[in-house]
């Protein structure tokens, strides 16, 4: 049985960190009441982990494109996965 949950993994590229994007990505996230992580990379990216329904991890990535008002988004790689339900919350993780 299906039951619409999904996992997102997604990579951001562009001017992403020194922006508030994390803060911005939390409070999305909590809004649509996904789990799962958010850190800046080594490479200037930010890496993005969640799971939950389908249509609010959707709702997500369109908010990832788009990132908060300082923020200059150019790349959002995506890549869908099965749920593990490990997460319990959605929170920052050390930068990596």
Known sequence: MDTGLARLHAIIEGRVQGVGYRYFVI?????????????NCWDETVEVMAEGERQPLENLLAALQRGPRAAYVTRVKTEWQDPTGEFTDFRIRAAY
Do not use: K, Q
């Open 27 to 39: 409070d999305v996230a909590d809004s649509l009441g996904v789990t799962g992580w958010v850190r």
